[in-house]
């Protein structure tokens, strides 16, 4: 059983920062992709930034310069670096993994800027 654990969420400040974090208990080694997605309330589960193997890290516009996404295989965990958090980047974030025995997410963990 492929479990993710997200942690890392909570309030913050317009401005601020947050970590991310999304363990694996599986290795990550050979994922196709990892990507961090986000939902906010009434809206759809949109993609925030993805790393598809082999390839360079993407970034949904909105987020791009501010956000930044990694993993540390080793560790079979990936990040999601958030810099200059706004409300309108209020939501739940889930972690996703694209493992060749299939796709997996996490549980979510929420992210709430407000002053």
């Known amino acids: 059983q492929v479990q993710l654990v997200e942690s890392g969420g909570g309030l913050v400040q317009p401005g601020g920062s947050l970590r991310l974090s999304c363990a694996a208990s599986?290795?990550?080694?050979?994922?196709?992709?990892v990507a961090w997605y986000r939902q906010a309330p009434g809206k759809q589960r949109d993609v925030v930034a993805i790393?598809?193997?082999?390839?360079?890290?993407d970034y949904a516009d909105s987020v791009k310069g501010r956000f930044t996404i990694s993993r540390d295989n080793a560790k079979n965990t990936v990040y999601l670096q958030m810099n200059t958090l706004n409300p309108e980047d209020t939501a739940v974030y889930y972690c996703?993994?694209?493992?060749?025995?299939?796709?997996?997410w996490g549980q979510g963990t929420q992210v709430t800027v407000s002053s």
């Open positions: 790393i598809i193997r082999g390839g360079i890290p």
């Open positions: 996703n993994v694209d493992l060749t025995i299939g796709n997996y």
């Open positions: 599986v290795s990550i080694f050979r994922a196709r992709a």
